[in-house]
């Protein structure tokens, strides 16, 4: 099923089957155990054995690459979603000192496989918290201003952390900055009210 093989620097693959089309005939799915290094998701290749030749499934393409912008090591499983159809998960966790968990879902429609809007998780540790000043750059930048928002708003409650990266204290109104980022990132998406 896969023929893209490096002799030189080979990248690990993995492999698992499932049934992601709900006609009862599990399709295998194929993809690379090897950390992101042109910074971009690209979805794993699907096939349908159930047919010769085999056939590779598609993805919707105007949604099946994810900009991830950093360094990552994907993960992909199978899920079962709330009408109990299997769907194909990814999921891959950033920057460990202010980590972010980044996921989509991919279900099959008939045609292809539609991704879902990608989800951001942040989770922040009090100790590390000043790596995520960073990090809401990095997320404006690649992923666009919704996704700041929500992860600014995370961090809200807990800004500003004790020090910068330079181990200086934060000025008194680190907080008042934060949110004002947090509303020019509201401008940014179109909510001129917030």
Do not use: M
């Not at 995520?132 to 500003?160: F, K, S």
């Not at 910068?164 to 990132?185: H, K, Q």
């Amino acid at each position: 099923l896969e023929s893209n093989f490096n002799f030189i620097a080979p990248a690990p693959l993995g492999a698992f089957s499932s049934d992601l089309t709900g006609d009862g005939i599990q399709e295998v799915i194929v993809y690379s155990q090897a950390a992101g290094d042109e910074l971009i998701l690209e979805p794993p290749r699907v096939f349908d054995l159930s047919t010769s030749p085999y056939e590779q499934l598609a993805f919707n393409p105007a949604l099946a690459s994810l900009p991830v912008g950093t360094d990552f090591t994907p993960r992909w499983s199978v899920e079962t979603d709330s009408s109990q159809r299997n769907v194909l998960r990814f999921e891959t966790d950033v920057f460990p000192f202010c980590p972010i968990t980044v996921s989509r879902n991919y279900t099959w429609n008939g045609e292809w496989f539609e991704g879902s809007k990608a989800e951001f998780q942040l989770q922040p540790n009090r100790g590390t918290l000043a790596y995520c000043d960073p990090v809401l750059e990095h997320a404006y930048r690649v992923w666009g201003a919704g996704t700041a928002i929500l992860l600014a708003e995370t961090l809200l409650p807990e800004w500003p952390p004790e020090t910068d990266l330079n181990g200086d204290p934060y000025p008194a109104d680190a907080s008042d900055e934060l949110r004002f980022r947090l509303g020019i990132y509201h401008a940014l998406n179109g909510d001129f009210d917030q």
